[in-house]
C-alpha cells in the first residue's frame, strides 16, 4: 500500500487506518517513535495509578494480594488515557469508538492477563518487591502492546483503490 503511493512505511498509516496523522505523529513523523512516546507517557501514568492504588488499597485492605486489586483499577485507568491519547494523538482515526476501545482493551486485557500471572510469581515466589517486580512487567507488557495496537486496535478495512 505505502510503496504504491511512494509512502515510506513510516509515514503510512498502520494496520490500514485512515484519516490524517495526529499531531504527534505529524510532528515526529515515525509512528514508532510517537508510539513510544505515547508510551513512556501512558507507562508513568499507570505506574502512577498503580503505586496509587496500591497505597490506597494497602491501607485500608491489608498487604496480601492488594497489589492485584490495585493492579485491576490502575488498569482502567491507564487504558482510558491510552485510548485517548494514542487515538486523537498519535494514530488519529475517525468513527468506529466503541469497537476502537472494545479492540484496544482486548489487547490491553491481553496484557492485563499476562500481568495476573508474572505479578503474584515475582512477588511471591521470587520475593521482589511489588513495585520492582510491576516496572519489570512493564517491559514485557509494552512490546505486547505496540503488535497489537498497531495491527489490531485501530484497523480499518483495507480499501481497494
Request: proline share 6%; with cysteine.
Amino acid at each position: 500500500m505505502g510503496l504504491d503511493r511512494g509512502v515510506s512505511p513510516e509515514e503510512e498509516p498502520p494496520g490500514g487506518m485512515s484519516g490524517p496523522p495526529g499531531l504527534l505523529l505529524r510532528l515526529i513523523r515515525d509512528q514508532r517513535v510517537a508510539f513510544i512516546a505515547v508510551g513512556a507517557i501512558n507507562t508513568v501514568v499507570g505506574f502512577g495509578c498503580f503505586a496509587a492504588f496500591l497505597w490506597a488499597v494497602d491501607d485500608r485492605w491489608g498487604r496480601p494480594w492488594s497489589y492485584l486489586v490495585a493492579l485491576a483499577c490502575a488498569h482502567v485507568a491507564s487504558v482510558l488515557v491510552a485510548f485517548v491519547l494514542y487515538r486523537f494523538v498519535v494514530f488519529r482515526v475517525r468513527g468506529h469508538v466503541l469497537s476502537d476501545l472494545w479492540r484496544f482493551e482486548t489487547v490491553y486485557l491481553s496484557a492485563l492477563a499476562v500481568n495476573f500471572v508474572l505479578l503474584p510469581l515475582l512477588v511471591e515466589i521470587a520475593g521482589l518487591p511489588v513495585l520492582l517486580a510491576q516496572a519489570l512487567i512493564v517491559f514485557v507488557t509494552s512490546l505486547m502492546s505496540w503488535v497489537g495496537h498497531k495491527h489490531f486496535s485501530f484497523r480499518r478495512p483495507q480499501r481497494l483503490d
